[in-house]
């Protein structure tokens, strides 16, 4: 069986790349900008396609590299854009554009393309990772959030349309993995409304994961794996 990554250059991508390889899928993974570590993932045999999802003919490289392989049964829409809201009003708009084309148009795009494919598994499915911030978006992150609201309303309109053949489901994570640029103040800041009190690590997203291809019975569903932050912010 054969999985897409979208994002796989770092974090999240990467690791569950390298997981779904351990577990005995053949991986075909999108990146936008060439990585040292990729070549990690190259030495363990997964393919990888470079593709700027704001660009729609790059979108298009990752479904011509899939029609070459009769056995994809996974996507993992994990590719994003975040960036904090410009003052600028014309920059805000094409913060917005961007999010919108990664978020929303590029998985579009692939789940249009590559339905039929899933539909020939047993037991395909497709994966948005979306964001806990969806049911309580900040006025500061308002085009992120917003665009990752349309992924979610775009994965349930799959499930509904695909369905029985191609389940389609969607993982909500909260603080699983700081950014560098997170300092010490605001770590204990969230982590202070986040009922288990830590950050998640990339495993819990992998077992949620693991959980939805698993779980045959399952689809328009939507998982938060956020160590019960949702609980302080929604």
């Given at each position: 069986m054969r999985a897409l990554v979208t994002g796989c250059g770092r974090r999240l991508g990467f690791y569950l790349c390298e997981q779904l390889v351990a577990a005995g899928w053949q991986v075909t993974g999108s990146y936008r900008s060439e990585r040292p570590e990729l070549?990690?993932?190259?030495?363990?045999?997964?393919?990888?396609?470079?593709?700027d999802f704001t660009r729609e003919e790059e979108v298009g490289a990752v479904v011509t590299a899939l029609a070459a392989h009769e056995d994809l049964a996974?996507?993992?829409h994990n590719a994003s854009a975040f960036e904090p809201q410009a003052a600028d009003p014309a920059v805000q708009l094409a913060q917005f554009d961007q999010f919108y084309r990664v978020h929303m148009a590029a998985p579009f795009?692939?789940?249009?393309?590559?339905?039929p494919a899933l539909a020939r598994q047993p037991n395909g499915g497709i994966i948005h990772i979306t964001d806990i911030y969806i049911h309580a978006p900040a006025s500061q992150f308002a085009a992120y959030v917003a665009t990752k609201a349309g992924a979610h309303s775009l994965a349930m309109s799959f499930a509904r349309e695909l369905a029985p053949a191609v389940r389609v489901n969607t993982i909500e994570p909260g603080p699983i993995l700081f950014l560098d640029e997170h300092g010490d103040d605001w770590r204990q800041q969230v982590l202070a409304k986040t009922p288990l009190?830590?950050?998640?690590?990339?495993?819990?997203?992998?077992?949620?994961v693991q959980m939805l291809m698993k779980n045959d019975y399952m689809t328009g569903a939507s998982i938060r794996v956020d160590g019960g932050r949702a609980l302080a912010v929604i």
């Open positions: 070549d990690r993932l190259r030495d363990v045999g997964v393919e990888l396609v470079q593709a996974l996507i993992i795009q692939l789940n249009r393309a590559l339905a009190a830590r950050e998640g690590g990339l495993e819990p997203i992998w077992l949620a």
